[in-house]
């Protein structure tokens, strides 16, 4: 019999995670071999879903999970990733909260995985996202063919299935800035794609801010890559050679024209450049150095308030990996 974990983070999806639920109960009563669970993580959701969860909670096979306040959809998929191997899943399958995500297809993705793939990602061919929504995935799409060295035919989403062995290999991440996309591409390179139908929201609003996409990105650039603060010292490089070529000019034009004054507009514009140029630099530097202090003060990717629903027998690790618990809770 296999196991298998669905873990959806949750936040502001109180009138869709219950229709969620109830279509992942009935995809699974269509095929043999399978046992599943649910886990759902309420990422500090300032609306009802926290009693939403608690009361899904109490039917068998379902686990919610409250976090103290709002630590992004990453910790808390990485969250629930912990909690589907405490239940022992064979195959953990994430997806969204709001039903654009098609839980009828997970066995499409699961076939997949029966193919030999280590991870499967879903593929839409529309996308009902909002503009903005888009954008960000089109950014995180540039970003990690630059950045995570990721093939330019395969297509991440935030719907996808894995083996145990890649859920491992994630929660072993203690970084208080996780990236799933670095994680599972850092775990293993044997990926697929399957294509299925992207849903229109059907209640609600996408949480993701322009605020929270940006933050998403810098995670992205910083996380898993140096490639940045190379940049920035190629762009330091060029400025550089701009001033001196700038001095070079106005030297040369000096002696072949006494006569002709030096231009203020042009010290102006080279100073402004080279001024920002590395103001860049040091903010791009700054930012690396503020998540190494971050990091080295064991700030956590998460703490669990309190579980709610029947807690299989294993053996608890939540207090490693720098998360926190708080030990009240149940």
Known sequence: MTRIAFVIPCYRSAETIAGVAAEIEEVMQTRNGYEHRVVLVN???????????RALAMRPGVTAIDLAKNFGQHSAVLAGIEEARRQKADI????DDDGQTPADEVFSLIDALDEGYDVVYARYEVKRHSPLRNLGSWCNEM??????????D????????????????????????PYLAGLILRATHNIGNVTVNHRRRAAG???????????LWLNGFTAFSVLPLRVSMLLGIISALFGFGLG?????????????PMGWTTTVAAVSLIGGMILLVLGMIGEYVGRIYISISNSPQYVIRRRYGR??????KHGEHQRSENPGGQ
Do not use: Q, W
């Open 43 to 53: 990422d500090g959701s300032p609306d009802r879903t926290l009693d939403v969860l």
């Open 92 to 95: 953990v399958v994430c997806l």
């Open 143 to 152: 970003l990690s063919r630059l950045l995570l060295k990721k093939p330019r």
């Open 154 to 177: 395969l297509y991440i989403s935030s719907y996808f299935a894995m083996r145990r062995f890649v859920a491992d290999e994630l929660v072993r991440y203690d970084n208080s800035f």
């Open 205 to 215: 609003r996408s949480g993701y801010t322009l605020g929270r996409l940006i933050a």
């Open 248 to 260: 070079l000019y106005a030297v040369i034009n000096k002696f072949l024209s006494p006569d002709v």
């Open 311 to 316: 807690r299989e027998e294993s053996s608890d």
